[in-house]
């Protein structure tokens, strides 16, 4: 009995989280709309509070906006003027007290994240951490620049150690390009593994290991 419920859990639950995820990215655009509803209430003539009302009551309408409006804005900021648009707005919004900090602090993670131009977590790596002997998956994210760079005597790497299986909090470390060993497998596999806490296994071979390397040394 207890095999059986085991293998019905692994087919519903991933399916519920997922149907929950979804459920809860519903939740927040409708919850935009509606905020957007609201204010257009408060700008609008008297007249069209009904046809506002009426919005309000339709079911899905609040992620299709969004949908609509994300990649209308996409299109956008694409062009030069978008571009200007989006560099005076950046200026407003770095000027506003206690906003400042975490707009620009957003906008920087967002930018290395899903910029097309960024290097985060482009390639996975497999490094020695918390200590000796002890092998974990990282990512690479760049390079040390400005003071830091120059204190460190070899080339070192940036790199994002995820911690399992929410792989969203985690660890920033520096080390020397040395002591990293490139993984053959994708990003995608690497996270797999780690948020599966090991139970989803990458393809054999995904390790790059060099010619000659002991495999209980780091580099």
């Given at each position: 009995m207890k095999k059986y419920a085991l293998a019905g859990l692994l087919v519903w639950l991933p399916l519920a989280i997922t149907v929950w995820v979804l459920l809860w990215l519903?939740?927040?655009?409708?919850?935009?709309?509606?905020?957007?509803?609201?204010?257009?209430?408060?700008?609008?003539?008297?007249?069209a509070d009904g046809v506002i009302e009426r919005l309000r009551h339709v079911p899905g309408l609040g992620v299709v906006v969004m949908v609509v409006a994300m990649l209308a804005t996409g299109v956008f900021v694409t062009n030069i003027f978008g571009q200007w648009w989006v560099q005076q707005w950046d200026r407003v919004m770095g000027r506003i007290p206690i906003v400042k900090s975490i707009y620009t602090s957003v906008k920087q993670v967002?930018?290395?994240?899903?910029?097309?131009?960024?290097?985060?977590?482009?390639?996975?790596?497999?490094?020695?951490?918390?200590?000796?002997?002890?092998?974990?998956?990282?990512f690479v994210t760049g390079k040390p620049g400005g003071e830091v760079a120059r204190l460190l005597d070899v080339e070192h790497v940036s790199l994002y150690v995820p911690t399992t299986p929410n792989p969203t909090s985690g660890f920033f470390l520096m080390m020397p390009r040395s002591a990293v060993r490139p993984l053959k497998m994708s990003v995608d596999e690497a996270l797999k593994y780690v948020i599966s806490m090991g139970v989803v296994s990458p393809p054999a071979g995904a390790v790059a290991r060099p010619e000659g390397a002991d495999p209980n040394r780091a580099g």
């Open positions: 519903q939740g927040l655009m409708d919850g935009v709309f509606q905020w957007a509803l609201a204010l257009s209430q408060v700008l609008l003539p008297a007249g967002s930018d290395t994240l899903f910029s097309s131009n960024g290097n985060a977590f482009r390639e996975a790596v497999l490094v020695q951490y918390p200590h000796a002997g002890s092998w974990t998956i990282a």
